[in-house]
């Protein structure tokens, strides 16, 4: 088939509406993960889209070894309540006429993310392209390379921080166990 062929049956095709009712939105506190935030706002209120704030914890990463022995299996609640304080604090800058819900997970965050947009039948996640994870000098992080490869739906990475973003800092105080 030559290129004006293939031009001409593209033309030719039914046109399809692409849709998109709800957005997953991880969140880690990073900047980039602010910039998703504001991302996916956006693009919900002119699709009339369902935004989900979402946080995984990943215990393994956030209680040491010997603490998860010490503790004899028991996850400490402080660490799924400063995610929904986080997400909470988030629902704020969210306009009115967008839907929105919170929701936090726990478990390696790519393989949760992945789960959790399956479950919510999610058109689209919106994510930052890198976090707060151990490797802060990567141009994509993990969490981001795997969400990319496994997802079932389209993958939106957000690289810019916004200016008003506080840092690590303000991460961290919002995260910190009392």
């Known amino acids: 088939?030559?290129?004006?062929?293939?031009?001409?049956?593209i033309k030719t095709r039914p046109r399809t509406a692409?849709?998109?009712?709800?957005i997953l939105v991880p969140v880690d506190g990073s900047g980039q993960s602010f910039a998703a935030v504001s991302m996916a706002v956006r693009l919900a209120a002119a699709a009339g889209a369902e935004l989900t704030l979402f946080m995984a914890v990943d215990y393994d990463k956030e209680v040491a070894a010997f603490e998860q022995v010490s503790l004899s299996g028991y996850v400490p609640?402080?660490?799924?309540?400063?995610?929904?304080?986080?997400?909470?604090?988030?629902?704020?800058?969210i306009?009115?006429?967008?839907?929105?819900?919170?929701?936090?997970?726990?478990?390696?965050?790519?393989?949760?993310?992945?789960?959790?947009?399956?479950?919510?039948?999610?058109d689209l996640i919106v994510m930052g392209s890198?976090?707060?994870?151990?490797?802060?000098?990567?141009?994509?992080?993990?969490?981001?390379?795997?969400?990319?490869?496994?997802?079932?739906?389209?993958?939106l990475l957000c690289k810019d921080v916004p200016e008003d973003w506080g840092g690590d800092a303000a991460y961290s105080e919002t995260t910190e166990m009392k």
């Open 95 to 122: 306009p009115p006429e967008v839907k929105a819900h919170t929701r936090v997970e726990a478990g390696d965050s790519g393989e949760v993310i992945v789960e959790t947009a399956a479950q919510e039948e999610s």
């Open 77 to 93: 609640a402080e660490l799924k309540a400063a995610a929904y304080r986080l997400l909470a604090d988030l629902m704020h800058v």
């Open 1 to 9: 088939m030559s290129t004006v062929e293939l031009i001409e049956e």
């Open 18 to 22: 692409i849709r998109c009712a709800r």
């Open 130 to 155: 890198r976090g707060l994870g151990a490797i802060h000098g990567l141009l994509m992080g993990s969490v981001s390379s795997y969400v990319l490869e496994h997802a079932s739906c389209p993958v």
